[in-house]
């Protein structure tokens, strides 16, 4: 899947299922800085996230604390744990009633996402031939919502910035 740019209203994306469209709707007050997403598969509603948050760090410090939706009728729950100096300490979980998806870091470029501790799919957008819809939600929320952000290490980013501005200085 090739994931479009973020716009200020959504974003959209042709997978195997059909084309993936989010809304997103800003909160009514504005010192509140959450965000509803709607998800929908070929115009149909698939998923629904009323208190989530802009991409990047608010979604990721949101999911740290869990977020609670729905999908395809069910209750959906995103949950994060990060700031963790192992690999295996960090992952961001997408749960139903009765599936786990969970993403973890995969080397230093790109996430995997795991169901029963196979690899079903990745963040930079590989999905097996045929996907399910949960699959193909939780790759477009992760990559739309910037949640790569929580698999990242700290330390590791840190000491690179840091070699890097130390050579170009």
């Known amino acids: 899947m090739e994931f479009s740019t973020m716009r200020p209203d959504g974003a959209s994306v042709a997978t195997q299922l059909g084309e993936l469209t989010l809304h997103r ?3 009514k007050l504005y010192t509140d800085r959450t965000e509803r997403w709607r998800v929908e ?3 149909r509603p698939l998923a629904e996230l009323p208190g989530f948050g802009h ?3 608010h979604t990721a410090k949101l999911a740290r604390r869990g977020i609670v ?3 395809d009728g069910a209750e959906l729950h995103i949950r994060a744990r990060g700031r963790h100096l192992l690999r295996s300490g960090r992952f961001v979980e997408f749960r139903t009633d009765d ?3 969970c993403f973890v ?3 230093l470029v790109r996430a995997e996402l795991l169901e029963g501790g196979r690899t079903v799919a990745r963040s930079d957008g590989w999905m097996p031939v045929e996907p399910d819809p949960l699959q193909v939600l939780a790759v477009a929320v992760y990559t739309w919502a ?3 952000y929580v698999n990242t ?3 590791l980013n840190n000491l690179t910035l840091g070699f890097i501005s130390a050579l170009l200085s």
Do not use: K, Q
Request: no cysteine; net charge neutral; hydrophobic share 25%.
């Open 69 to 71: 939706g729905t999908f």
């Open 105 to 107: 870091r995969r080397g």
């Open 153 to 155: 290490n700290s330390v």
């Open 146 to 148: 910037g949640l790569d």
């Open 99 to 101: 599936r786990t998806l």
């Open 25 to 27: 709707e800003p909160a």
């Open 55 to 57: 991409p990047g760090h």
């Open 41 to 43: 598969l070929d115009g």
